[in-house]
């Protein structure tokens, strides 16, 4: 019965937070850190090239989310493509810093597709790569007729850089893949509808100080949000 009225609760939690932020047009809001943040105006711009950039504001932070184009989907933060970014200005009692999802170095996060499946290669529960900016990534690989179908991720390692190409060792040492970002810089925004001017979507990311230390956005929405105002 608990068990019960707990799910009940969370069904509840997360419909009021749906239609809080639709109820307050334009809405941006998010964890920050794990707590609830709000900002209280928001605007897109979009420039020459087709690029959208929000700004959102609060008290004492602006957040900008940027993408390369309008188009209806999702971008990655934290990669080579510097046009599709994201940042926190912060000056919180009166100490400003500012967080954004540059190139850093640090464990890997996200992969890449494969860029070569390579030949020779069995099924592993933790294959060892080389090259690149870092060292100590470990691969879980699913291979199909000697070569590499899919990886997933059982060490991050440490000093990679976004665009780094690593090789899997094992078969015939000749499966590649691209990290796409790093533990400390990384996220997706996803633009899910533009109508009749308005940009609804949503985000999550972990950006970086000089100092390297971390700020994270977590289930991030963005609603009905105008074109400059």
Same mark, same amino acid.
């Given at each position: 019965?608990?068990?019960?009225?707990?799910?009940?609760?969370?069904?509840?939690?997360?419909?009021?937070?749906?239609?809080?932020?639709?109820?307050?047009?334009?809405?941006?809001?998010?964890?920050?850190?794990?707590?609830?943040?709000?900002?209280?105006?928001? +605007?897109? =711009? #979009?420039?020459?090239?087709?690029?959208?950039?929000?700004?959102?504001?609060?008290? &004492?932070?602006? /957040? *900008?989310?940027?993408?390369?184009?309008?188009?209806?989907?999702?971008?990655?933060?934290?990669?080579?493509?510097?046009?599709?970014?994201?940042s926190c200005t912060s000056n919180a009692a009166g100490f400003p810093d500012f967080?954004?999802?540059s190139v850093v170095e640090g464990p890997a996060y996200l992969l890449s597709n494969?860029?070569?499946?390579?030949?020779?290669?069995?099924?592993?529960?933790?294959?060892?790569?080389?090259?690149?900016?870092?060292?100590?990534?470990?691969?879980?690989?699913?291979?199909? +007729?000697? =070569? #590499?179908?899919k990886v997933t991720v059982v060490s991050r390692g440490l000093g990679y850089v &976004?665009?780094? /190409? *690593?090789?899997?060792?094992?078969?015939?040492?000749?499966?590649?893949?691209?990290?796409?970002?790093?533990?400390?810089?990384?996220?997706?925004?996803?633009?899910?509808?533009?109508?009749?001017?308005?940009?609804?979507?949503?985000?999550?990311?972990?950006?970086?100080?000089?100092?390297?230390?971390?700020?994270?956005?977590?289930?991030?929405?963005?609603?009905?949000?105008?074109?400059?105002?």
């Amino acid at each position: 019965m608990k068990k019960i009225v707990s799910f009940f609760a969370i069904v509840v939690l997360f419909s009021a937070c749906e239609q809080d932020i639709q109820t307050n047009t334009p809405g941006f809001q998010a964890k920050r850190n794990d707590v609830q943040w709000r900002a209280n105006n928001a +605007s897109v =711009a #979009v420039d020459a090239t087709g690029g959208m950039t929000i700004t959102a504001y609060s008290s &004492s932070e602006t /957040v *900008v989310l940027k993408t390369n184009a309008t188009n209806v989907g999702t971008y990655l933060l934290g990669t080579q493509n510097a046009n599709n970014f994201a940042s926190c200005t912060s000056n919180a009692a009166g100490f400003p810093d500012f967080y954004d999802t540059s190139v850093v170095e640090g464990p890997a996060y996200l992969l890449s597709n494969l860029l070569t499946p390579g030949t020779g290669y069995t099924t592993s529960a933790a294959a060892q790569t080389s090259g690149g900016s870092g060292s100590g990534l470990r691969l879980a690989l699913t291979t199909l +007729s000697g =070569a #590499v179908t899919k990886v997933t991720v059982v060490s991050r390692g440490l000093g990679y850089v &976004s665009g780094d /190409v *690593v090789t899997i060792q094992g078969g015939n040492n000749n499966a590649t893949v691209r990290i796409e970002n790093v533990q400390q810089s990384n996220g997706e925004i996803t633009i899910e509808d533009i109508s009749e001017g308005l940009f609804t979507g949503t985000f999550k990311l972990n950006a970086t100080n000089a100092d390297g230390e971390v700020i994270t956005f977590s289930e991030g929405h963005f609603y009905k949000i105008p074109l400059g105002q």
